[in-house]
């Protein structure tokens, strides 16, 4: 049993920075790698960031490399999602999704997913 709970979606100008938190609860000690996925109107949901359950390895979309960060902190649960340098095409609902797949992108290996947070960035 996981949930996973994304916040801090909103409305950006282009350039401007967003912080966005997944809040995951389900069995203690379970050992869940996590990851990030967007979806814009009328595309597939495509794989943004990943993080291992140590945080020691992570894994980005070449789209968003050198602008976003993924960390974790397990003693509080949660898995963050710097974004920087915001573009209008990073404008999407984007979900926080845990697997036991470590380093995947594929979203097939991702079992739980959140409901998703809304990120707009206007130009």
């Known amino acids: 049993q996981v949930q996973l709970v994304e916040s801090g979606g909103g409305l950006v100008q282009a350039g401007g920075s967003l912080r966005l938190s997944c809040a995951v609860s389900?069995?203690?000690?379970?050992?869940?790698?996590t990851g990030w996925f967007r979806q814009a109107p009328g595309k597939e949901r495509e794989f943004v960031a990943a993080?291992?359950?140590?945080?020691?390895?992570?894994y980005y979309a070449d789209s968003v490399k050198g602008r976003f960060t993924i960390s974790r902190d397990n003693a509080k649960n949660t898995v963050s999602l710097q974004m920087n340098s915001l573009k209008p095409e990073d404008t999407a609902v984007y979900y926080c999704?845990?697997?036991?797949?470590?380093?995947?992108?594929?979203?097939?290996?991702?079992?739980?997913w959140g409901q998703g947070t809304q990120v707009t960035v206007s130009s």
């Open positions: 999704a845990a697997s036991v797949v470590a380093g995947t992108t594929a979203h097939l290996e991702y079992p739980y």
């Open positions: 389900g069995r203690t000690g379970s050992r869940y790698a």
């Open positions: 993080i291992s359950w140590s945080g020691r390895n992570t």
